[in-house]
């Protein structure tokens, strides 16, 4: 039987349908609006237009019902418009908007950085901070190192994304289209490289590891650095799984030197691997958190968790924003955490992440091109590649990519090289959705 859920008065059936060509009118009409009314550089992935979402379907203003294996970039991992935040947000819009928290607190703000010291790793004593966007909390990250340790470079990692502000594009490694045009960018940024298993040659990640820290010291010298920021799993580079002991044998570096390790876990956080943030996997302890996307529902807020002696050592004042933690983002990420907790959806992760593996494994048997399956939970992605040579097949994945949009399937790829499909499906998805979503893609790949 095919499930229903109620989003806002709509009944939302759980199922693909499509009922006009993808875009549909209406979907056609609007997006000329937008190409005349927004600029070219704010592009869009799926030709349509949403109206209603939730559970794991998005219906289109024509109509049309979308099977969901986004979550909107990994944020709405509760599922859209999840009744729970719905009614938390809902209870706070009657109360007040708004008041600056640092003008006049209120108790969400700080229920939320109690959370978050909570279910971050660390048994130390914590601090939060929060902020609006991704971007914003790497920014502050970097602020609370550089000021912490009095110490100026930033050492990041190739294929690293870390959003679009000019000291997170200065952070990010790729240039189109991320920074090209976009320059000049913030000092005191460098580059080394990490752990690809699947195109470095067989380093284990205690080497590669080796050659990232030998980099910094023949380089920087380890006394420059302020912090290293780091993606546990790097996401719109590719879900790049480091090998083990990349992560850690860094860690125990940083420590050994006073550098501060950040863990970027925007995209790779919050129940989004079957664990509350991926470096949990390796128990691996950073001294500071990024955390953003799955953090609040789909409402914007973002995090800095860290130490308390990194996150309290700048003045008074010295962060902040008028925005930041606004009271209706932190009544949905309280419900979101809740959601998380009270619905069993870091266990439903793992299982989202054994049926993706299971399928694509199985696929990746009669299919070379498929060059490597990986990730962690709900966090999967498939590497496509030119069987023979092993170079990365962006026009595949393209393809497929574009096959599933107008066959139902909300897709998205990601990869330095253009060459990897991600799965982000909201952790509310049944597996029924899920399967079906998975032979589109087969099918994509098969007519390809
Ligand atoms: N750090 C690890 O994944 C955002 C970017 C989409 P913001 N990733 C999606 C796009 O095209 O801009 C991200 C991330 C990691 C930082 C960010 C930045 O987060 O909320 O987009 O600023």
């Not at 958190?289 to 609040?296: E, L, P, S």
Request: hydrophobic residues 40%; charged residues 20%; aromatic residues 6%.
């Amino acid at each position: 039987m095919t499930a229903h859920i109620t989003v806002g008065g709509t009944d939302l059936v759980q199922e693909r349908r499509l009922v006009t060509g993808i875009p549909g009118p209406r979907s056609r009409e609007i997006l000329e609006r937008k190409e005349a009314a927004v600029a070219r550089s704010v592009g869009h992935t799926l030709p349509i237009v949403a109206d209603v979402a939730g559970g794991g379907t998005l219906l289109d203003v024509d109509g049309n019902s979308f099977i969901d294996l986004g979550s909107g970039i990994a944020v709405t991992s509760v599922g859209n418009s999840n009744p729970r935040v719905v009614r938390a947000v809902r209870d706070q819009l009657d109360r007040f908007t708004h008041t600056a928290f640092t003008v006049v607190p209120y108790e969400s703000y700080i229920a939320v950085a109690e959370k978050l010291n909570q279910i971050t790793p660390g048994d130390f004593t914590k601090r939060t901070a929060l902020f609006n966007s991704g971007s914003e909390a790497v920014e502050n990250a970097v602020k609370i190192a550089r000021h912490a340790t009095g110490r100026q470079a930033i050492v990041a990692f190739e294929h690293s994304f870390h959003g679009r502000t000019n000291l997170a594009m200065a952070l990010t490694a790729k240039s189109a289209p991320y920074k090209q045009g976009f320059g000049p960018f913030a000092p005191e940024i460098y580059r080394v490289s990490g752990s690809y298993p699947y195109r470095d040659g067989g380093l284990t990640g205690q080497e590669a590891a080796r050659r990232a820290i030998e980099h910094i010291e023949n380089e920087l010298g380890s006394q420059s650095v302020a912090a290293i920021i780091i993606e546990p799993i790097q996401g719109e580079g590719g879900f790049i799984v480091p090998a083990e002991g990349f992560l850690s044998t860094l860690r125990e570096w940083t420590e050994c030197n006073g550098i501060v390790f950040i863990a970027d876990e925007i995209q790779s956080g919050f129940a989004r691997t079957g664990m509350w943030f991926a470096v949990d996997h390796e128990g691996v302890v950073p001294d500071l958190i990024t955390m953003a996307k799955g953090i609040a529902g789909g409402l914007p807020l973002s995090a800095v968790t860290g130490r308390a002696e990194l996150m309290d050592a700048a003045q008074v004042g010295g962060l902040g924003g008028t925005y930041g933690g606004n009271p209706l983002a932190c009544a949905a990420a309280l419900a979101t955490i809740e959601s998380y907790e009270e619905d069993g959806l870091l266990e439903r992760a793992r299982r989202i992440g054994d049926i993706l593996t299971d399928r694509f494994t199985e696929l990746q048997r009669a299919d070379p091109r498929i060059g490597q399956v990986r990730g962690r939970g709900a966090m999967i992605a498939i590497e496509l590649v030119d069987p023979d040579t092993l170079s990365p097949d962006p026009a595949l994945t393209s393809k497929v990519v574009k096959y599933a949009h107008q066959n139902g399937v909300i897709l998205l790829a990601c990869g330095t090289y253009g060459n990897v499909i991600r799965f982000l499906p909201p952790l509310t998805i049944e597996d029924p959705l899920l399967h079906e979503g998975i032979g589109i893609v087969a099918d994509g790949l098969a007519r390809s």
